[in-house]
């Protein structure tokens, strides 16, 4: 079992000043590799765990300090749908396994928890299943070796803070939550079950979370806007920010997101001047991306430290 891989932990490493690298696209990659619409890929991690490895040190080589693992989508409640809730715990385990033998000693692990695809709001879904299937997830991606728990592409806050307890209740893992926000007509963000930048920090701070922040759903420039207003909001908690390479576009038949290496790239500064300390990618993004992104910010790195 491993419980705590490195002898600091993230929080120590972001008290030393430097802005990290997280890694970027999983899904993106997973689906370069053949992964098909409708497949499960959290399966992937038995089925192809060579290919998942290859894609968590493509990440490594490219130069991140955090990778994920193949795990977003693996609670049980949302593996129901591909007939393996029985197996949520295997296969969070096996997806921190690859991920911890990718990053060696020197990469962060993050285990990636997404949400459930349920709406408490409409009754399908009680709280405490929420937070079982949550609890056993954690569990198991802190066996396999995570260094800390990542809940991410939040949209309701009640299933954040579920998520982010089942976290601090049951590992010894600090816990990063991420949300993502939508720009309203009038300029404010929120999520689309209309969850603030002020109502997500409140929660997350009761709740414990270490570290937050927002990914997907928007281009680069617009996540520029939501980590200055986070930061806003706290000066002083470590900010994650992961950009999609744009909004989708459907070209022939095919998903392309439009923004390029160069122009994420050109804005990278301006996430550092707002106040960011994590900066990754989310859909879209692939380790030529996070190559680039590492270049500018260890310049930035070693002209600051």
């Known amino acids: 079992m491993f419980m705590g891989f490195f002898m600091r932990s993230i929080i120590d490493e972001l008290k030393t000043g430097k802005v990290l690298a997280s890694d970027g696209a999983w899904g993106t990659m997973l689906h370069r590799f053949g992964l098909q619409p409708g497949e499960c890929p959290e399966l992937w991690c038995e089925t192809h765990p060579d290919v998942v490895k290859q894609i968590a040190e493509s990440y490594v080589e490219a130069g991140a300090d955090i990778i994920e693992t193949n795990s977003f989508g693996g609670n049980s409640i949302r593996l129901k749908e591909f007939g393996l809730e029985n197996r949520a715990s295997e296969l969070n385990e096996k997806a921190a396994q690859i991920s911890r033998k990718a990053a060696g000693d020197d ?24 937070y079982k299937s949550f609890r056993e997830q954690v569990i198991a991606l802190e066996r396999g070796g995570a260094d800390a728990i990542c809940v991410e592409t939040m949209l309701d806050l009640t299933e954040a803070r579920l998520a982010v307890r089942a976290a601090r209740e049951n590992t010894r893992l600090p816990v990063a939550c991420t949300m993502t926000f939508q720009k309203s007509a009038t300029g404010e963000f929120y999520t689309v079950m209309g969850v603030s930048p002020e109502q997500m920090i409140d929660g997350m701070h009761r709740e414990g979370a270490s570290i937050i922040g927002s990914n997907c759903g928007n281009g680069i420039q617009i996540m520029v806007e939501i980590a200055a207003v986070l930061r806003s909001l706290d000066p002083q908690i470590p900010l994650m920010i992961q950009s999609n390479a744009g909004l989708p576009e459907n070209r022939d038949g095919k998903t392309i997101y439009p923004e390029t290496v160069d122009f994420m790239s050109s804005h990278i500064p301006a996430l550092i001047e707002a106040g960011v300390n994590i900066i990754g990618g989310c859909c879209g993004t692939t380790p030529e991306y996070i190559k680039n992104f590492v270049q500018i910010i260890r310049k930035h790195n070693s002209e600051k430290l």
Do not use: D, Q, Y
């Open 107 to 130: 990469v962060f692990v993050f285990g990636s928890v997404g949400p459930t695809g349920k709406m408490l709001l409409m009754g399908e879904i009680t709280e405490e299943e929420m």
